[in-house]
């Protein structure tokens, strides 16, 4: 949890940050908040749209969220 804190203060002053982003999107899933790993994988997505990894991890938060 302190380091979902401290991910969370690193992106409020660097929120494009790729590294930061997806580091929130994967420890945010790890933790159970999907809701927080689908806003910050969707955003990853959007900062590197080629990037296959960030769409795979896009795809994979929500699926996770269904019964």
Known sequence: ????????RALERNPYDRDL??????????????????????????LEPENAGAASLSSRIPERRAP
């Open 1 to 8: 949890k302190e380091s979902l804190r401290e991910l969370a």
């Open 21 to 46: 982003v997806s580091g929130m999107a994967f420890y945010s899933d790890k933790a159970g908040d999907r809701a927080t790993a689908a806003k910050y994988a969707t955003l990853l997505r959007e």
